[in-house]
């Protein structure tokens, strides 16, 4: 079964960054798109980020100009670098895997992490 392990969530101030990371396990990681998701309390889960196995990235517009996703094939891991943090990127931010980027851009990817908090205070 896959494995989706979160890292790097925390608190931060408005204007600050942060650097999550995400290592996968028992993944053909290159053959694999990633994506980074969000909720927010009380509201539905959003789409972040998507890198496909061949680098191409799409972004919410929420977050272009902003986040940065990248990934390592060699490590096994992707990552969102979070510049110009607002309040309202305060959400669980949860990474996804799939064979297929469109699975992870209509939001139904087949595999999960278990989320890492991120809070970002005014």
């Known amino acids: 079964q896959v494995q989706l392990v979160e890292s790097g969530g925390g608190l931060v101030q408005a204007g600050g960054s942060l650097r999550l990371s995400c290592a996968a396990s028992?993944?053909?990681?290159?053959?694999?798109?990633m994506g980074w998701y969000r909720q927010a309390p009380g509201k539905q889960r959003e789409l972040v980020a998507v890198?496909?196995?061949?680098?191409?990235?799409n972004y919410a517009d929420s977050v272009t100009g902003r986040f940065t996703i990248s990934r390592d094939n060699a490590k096994n891991t992707v990552y969102l670098q979070m510049n110009s943090l607002k309040p309202e990127d305060t959400a669980v931010y949860y990474c996804?895997?799939?064979?297929?980027?469109?699975?992870?851009?209509?939001?139904?990817?087949?595999?999960w992490g278990q989320g890492t908090q991120v809070t970002v205070s005014s």
């Open positions: 996804a895997a799939d064979l297929f980027s469109s699975r992870l851009k209509n939001g139904s990817p087949r595999s």
């Open positions: 890198i496909t196995s061949g680098g191409s990235t």
């Open positions: 028992r993944i053909t990681f290159d053959a694999n798109a």
